[in-house]
C-alpha cells in the first residue's frame, strides 16, 4: 500500500506488515481492537518512508470491543532493540489500531490520543503516522508535531 504524504513523498507499508494488521481486523461480533506501533526508515535521498515493522497487541495492553490502549513497557522494549539492532535506520513513526467498521474514522479519543503523542513522544521526524484498519479498508493520518495537525492521507 502507497499513499502520498504532505510533503509530496511516497509512505509505503510493506505487505508483511500490512498482512499483520489485517490478521487483527475486526471481522466479527467478539473481535477486540487491536495496535501497536509503527516501525520503518526514512529513505535516504528521498522524501519517502517505508513501515517495515509493527508490534501486534501483548501483555500489559488494554483491549475491549471500541477501544484499545496500547502499554508502554512491552512495545517500547521492541522500538528501542529494533533501533538498537538496524544501527539507527528503523524508527518509530506512528501507531496503529483496528475499528470495527468497514470505513475507519477516527474517534474523538483517538485524535485526543494522537495529539498527545504528537506533544509528548521522542520522534526524529516532523511527522508521525496513524492508521486505523477497518473490516475493508486501511486509512492513515499523519500527524504534524509543530502544529498538531492530523491530516488523511490517500491512496
Known sequence: MIVKMTNKGQFKISEEALIRMNQYKQDDYKSLEAGGVLLGRFIKGSKN????????????????????IRGEKRHQQIITNIWATSSGTC??????????????????QDIKNWQKILSTRTFSSLYLYFIIVGTQRVRIWEGNRRTGKIKRLYI
Do not use: A, C, K
Open 49 to 68: 518512508i517505508i513501515i517495515d515493522q509493527i508490534t501486534v497487541p501483548m501483555i500489559g495492553d488494554q483491549r475491549g470491543r471500541t477501544y484499545f
Open 91 to 108: 524508527n518509530y513513526l506512528g501507531e496503529w489500531h483496528t475499528h470495527p467498521e468497514s470505513y475507519p474514522t477516527p474517534s474523538d
